[in-house]
């Protein structure tokens, strides 16, 4: 089976998905594996397979006709029996391309990795976005959500509940060999790690004040920072210390020398960060928002809070290291359960397998 990944965009989550999924693939007899995916972003993944890029300096019009273009050559050379598509500009340029060319269409898979229209404001701009993944569902053999919380938004916005599969995000047990950063964590104090983007989305913006009226026995580390052009650099006060951006195994230093993660998102598809820092035993401070409850329940694996200063204060307050621990503990037994990677590959791989029998 000739399987084709194709990505507008790879930063982030998707090539956290890819490269637990791809090498799992590579080592199948069964398949032949290839990728399409931007040419400034091939550092990103972490394995070797047939890989044609495509160029694409920013977001906009040019970049998505080379990905279209692309896309046109890698179906004349690979053939592919699945498109497994990531990130919803590649799913618009994928599908429209099949709307127009129906011959030797492939088994299109397609996983938004975080519903567009969940992160619009604007009435306008969602009702067009839903419009526009309603119409391409047409031209799906099946829609992959990455959490149950994104199932339901599909549904709630009139996309086909047949063709909708619930996958969770997922890693492998067996964490990065960590690597030494030049930071100075002292275990006196109680230490938090944000990791990610300074995109609205993501609600860094909250932390700065949070951690300045905390005071210095709480100190802030951020793994990440302002990517894209939208994003401000945020000023922090002195106990919140910026990492920028952090190599795996430079990540797993910090988690495994930090006490918990804070999660304060104001749109969430899924939570990688939650899951690697319960695969490294450590809890989650988390908002109620998006999927982020599936991963945690308040108490037990971590804590849940309303997206507010007052709120994420009184959840830093109430918790210390003993407490953290328990819930780190129950974490990890949690991660095992059902997000280790073996798990939803094998789930991935029965989708893949009944969908290529229904179209013989």
């Given at each position: 089976?000739?399987?084709?990944?194709?990505?507008?965009?790879?930063?982030?989550?998707?090539?956290?998905?890819?490269?637990?999924?791809?090498?799992?693939?590579?080592?199948?007899?069964?398949?032949?594996?290839?990728?399409?995916?931007?040419?400034?972003?091939?550092?990103?993944?972490?394995?070797?397979?047939?890989?044609?890029t495509f160029k694409r300096p920013k977001r906009g019009l040019r970049c998505l006709f080379s990905l279209f273009m692309s896309y046109k050559r890698l179906l004349k050379k690979n053939k592919p029996d699945i498109v497994h598509i990531h990130s919803s500009f590649a799913g618009i340029v994928v599908r429209l391309?099949?709307?127009?060319?129906?011959?030797?269409?492939?088994?299109?898979?397609?996983?938004?990795?975080?519903?567009?229209?969940?992160?619009?404001?604007?009435?306008?701009?969602?009702?067009?976005?839903?419009?526009?993944?309603?119409?391409?569902?047409?031209?799906?053999?099946s829609i992959i959500c990455i959490s149950k919380f994104e199932k339901n938004l599909a549904l709630m916005n009139g996309l086909p509940e047949d063709k909708l599969k619930v996958i969770y995000n997922s890693l492998s047990s067996q964490v990065p060999k960590p690597e030494k950063v030049d930071v100075q964590i002292d275990p006196g104090n109680l230490n938090f790690l944000f990791v990610g983007r300074f995109h609205e989305a993501k609600g860094f913006d909250f932390l700065p004040d949070i951690f300045n009226e905390l005071g210095s026995n709480y100190q802030l580390y951020v793994a990440?920072?302002?990517?894209?052009?939208?994003?401000?650099?945020?000023e922090v006060p002195a106990n919140v210390t910026k990492l920028s951006w952090l190599n795996q195994g430079q990540l797993q230093y910090i988690y495994e020398s930090i006490d918990a993660v804070i999660i304060p998102s104001r749109w969430e598809g899924f939570?990688?960060?939650?899951i690697e820092a319960m695969r490294s035993g450590k809890p989650a401070l988390v908002?109620?928002?998006?999927?982020?409850?599936?991963?945690?329940?308040?108490d037990?694996?971590?804590?849940?809070?309303?997206?507010?200063?007052?709120?994420?204060?009184?959840?830093?307050?109430?918790?210390?290291?003993q407490k953290l621990q328990c819930y780190g503990s129950e974490g990890y037994k949690m991660f095992i359960d059902n997000f280790e990677s073996g798990i939803n590959y094998k789930i991935l791989k029965e989708l893949y397998e009944r969908l290529g029998y229904e179209k013989k």
């Open positions: 089976m000739k399987v084709s990944h194709v990505s507008e965009t790879i930063h982030g989550g998707i090539a956290t998905y890819l490269n637990e999924i791809v090498p799992k693939q590579l080592l199948e007899k069964s398949y032949e594996i290839s990728l399409l995916i931007p040419e400034n972003q091939t550092d990103c993944i972490s394995f070797n397979a047939d890989t044609m391309y099949h709307f127009f060319v129906s011959k030797n269409k492939p088994i299109l898979i397609y996983c938004a990795h975080g519903w567009s229209f969940s992160m619009t404001t604007g009435s306008l701009s969602k009702v067009i976005y839903v419009l526009i993944e309603r119409f391409l569902s047409n031209y799906t053999d990440g920072g302002a990517r894209l052009d939208n994003e401000y650099d945020h939570g990688y960060v939650a908002s109620k928002n998006g999927a982020l409850p599936e991963l945690i329940e308040n037990v694996n971590g804590v849940i809070f309303e997206l507010s200063c007052s709120s994420i204060i009184e959840a830093i307050k109430k918790v210390d290291k």
